[in-house]
């Protein structure tokens, strides 16, 4: 089994403090926020139980991604997902929009996209694209992935106890 790539909190928060950039995030779709960010009013949490590859074959999953948790929480425009690694800072993605298959949140940035499906009760899914083949603006300001193949792994992400 190989070790999966996937971006940690950490690479999160480095990615978006780009010192000497006039201040522009690198990362789209959300913005980082202060590790003790209070989790009043969540409707969902749920942490990583596993993932899988693009074949569907499983593979490794490092301590830091595993000890992320996912809560879903009230925003000023609607519900937004906040991704946390225990003791770091946070990063919260408000670009989200309904589908049948239940809410998604998407953010993106240097040839990497996440998006992640939550739908109204069980399991929900974290997908990894690697160059997502952009992305576009619907009406609602929203911003998809334009996915030209699977994602490079899938995770599915259960709820807490």
Request: proline share 6%; charged share 15%.
């Given at each position: 089994?190989?070790?999966?790539?996937?971006?940690s909190h950490s690479a999160l928060a480095c990615l978006?403090?780009?010192?000497?950039?006039?201040?522009?995030?690198?990362?789209?779709?959300?913005?980082?926020?202060?590790?003790?960010?209070?989790?009043?009013?969540?409707?969902?949490?749920?942490?990583?139980?596993?993932?899988?590859?693009?074949?569907?074959?499983?593979?490794?999953?490092?301590?830091?991604?595993?000890?992320?948790t996912y809560h879903i929480l009230p925003g000023e425009?609607?519900?937004?997902?906040?991704?946390?690694?225990?003791?770091?800072?946070?990063?919260?993605?408000?670009?989200?929009?309904?589908?049948?298959?239940?809410?998604?949140?998407?953010?993106?940035?240097?040839?990497?996209?996440?998006?992640?499906?939550?739908?109204?009760?069980?399991?929900?899914?974290?997908?990894?694209?690697?160059?997502?083949?952009?992305?576009?603006?619907?009406?609602?300001?929203?911003?998809?992935?334009?996915?030209?193949?699977?994602?490079?792994?899938?995770?599915?992400?259960?709820?807490?106890?």
């Amino acid at each position: 089994m190989r070790l999966v790539h996937l971006l940690s909190h950490s690479a999160l928060a480095c990615l978006t403090l780009v010192a000497g950039c006039g201040g522009v995030s690198m990362i789209h779709g959300g913005r980082t926020v202060d590790s003790d960010l209070s989790l009043t009013g969540q409707t969902a949490s749920y942490t990583l139980a596993g993932c899988v590859d693009e074949n569907g074959a499983a593979i490794e999953v490092s301590a830091t991604v595993a000890a992320v948790t996912y809560h879903i929480l009230p925003g000023e425009t609607g519900p937004e997902l906040l991704q946390r690694n225990p003791g770091e800072d946070g990063f919260v993605i408000s670009n989200s929009w309904e589908e049948a298959d239940g809410r998604h949140y998407f953010w993106w940035g240097l040839g990497v996209g996440m998006e992640y499906v939550v739908p109204t009760a069980g399991n929900a899914q974290r997908r990894e694209y690697v160059r997502p083949g952009g992305r576009t603006e619907e009406s609602d300001g929203t911003r998809r992935p334009v996915v030209t193949g699977p994602p490079a792994a899938t995770c599915t992400l259960v709820p807490a106890a």
